[in-house]
């Protein structure tokens, strides 16, 4: 009991934190100060209930806590934190990080790769972040490697990354439909794009970047649903306005399964 008292009394966070943490996340000043307030006592119980380590000599302080906390708990702010309840486990490295793949192609011939990431949510486990991605000064506008693994795991609850989280049976038809059309058309934005790159620009350097930025999206939405997913829910809390531009009826699915509409005004 008296555990369970100290525990709960230190779970809301500092607001001198809150405020200095909050004031680098400048897509927060849409809430209304309801949800505002509401997104605080829910990033204490986050932090309570889940365990955030570091890993290759990061140590996450209070600041680097709640500044995931805040990225992790907007998107489930009016359902709560049992979206998460199937993992405790957050590890963070200090920048990207180095994950060894096996594959499997039809010949039956194993590949080995090493990829780099810069976040990944693990089925049943852990979410592994790269701080310098996370931190509020790393970020680059529409992107959130936070909300973006965090919505991995919405999309995972009920079994397979496939772009579509549980949904009622109604709902998810439609979901599927608008994520469908929303992709393919996307995947055909970002085709005409790149076949108007000259093929004197390399499309790794700055010059290329400048063709990708017309995109409404980043173009690692393209991969497949999931991804797609995944990126869309980073760019409708961070940097909304493209996005509903683009795909109008994928924001409207959006709105109305994260129960908030990042475009509406604080009441
Ligand atoms: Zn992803």
């Not at 963070?92 to 180095?98: A, E």
């Amino acid at each position: 009991m008296f555990q369970h008292l100290i525990r709960r009394r230190n779970t809301i966070p500092d607001p001198d934190l809150w405020r200095e943490v909050t004031s680098g996340f400048p897509f927060l000043d849409h809430l209304a100060e309801a949800d505002f307030e509401r997104l605080r006592t829910l990033c204490g119980e986050f932090l309570a209930r889940k365990q955030i380590s570091g890993a290759a000599g990061f140590v996450p302080d209070e600041a680097a806590r709640l500044s995931i906390a805040i990225q992790a708990c907007l998107p489930v702010l009016h359902f709560g934190l049992a979206a998460y309840e199937g993992f405790v486990e957050i590890v963070v490295y200090p920048s990207r990080f180095l994950v060894p793949r096996e594959q499997v192609d039809d010949a039956g011939v194993v590949h080995e790769s090493i990829d780099e990431l810069s976040g990944e949510a693990i089925d049943g486990g852990p979410v592994v972040l790269s701080w310098s991605d996370s931190a509020a000064e790393g970020l680059d506008p529409g992107m959130s490697v936070v909300i973006h693994e965090f919505v991995h795991k919405l999309d995972l609850l009920d079994g397979v990354a496939d772009g579509i989280p549980p949904l009622p049976r109604e709902s998810r038809r439609r979901w599927q439909r608008v994520l469908e059309r929303s992709y393919r058309r996307f995947v055909a934005q970002l085709d005409n794009l790149e076949a108007s790159i000259p093929p004197s620009v390399d499309p790794e350097s700055a010059e290329g970047d400048a063709y990708y930025a017309r995109l409404p999206l980043d173009p690692y939405a393209a991969t497949d649903f999931a991804e797609f997913f995944a990126v869309a829910a980073e760019a409708f809390f961070t940097d909304p306005e493209p996005l509903a531009d683009a795909f109008p009826a994928f924001y409207r699915e959006l709105a109305l399964f994260f129960r908030q509409d990042p475009l509406s005004s604080p009441e």
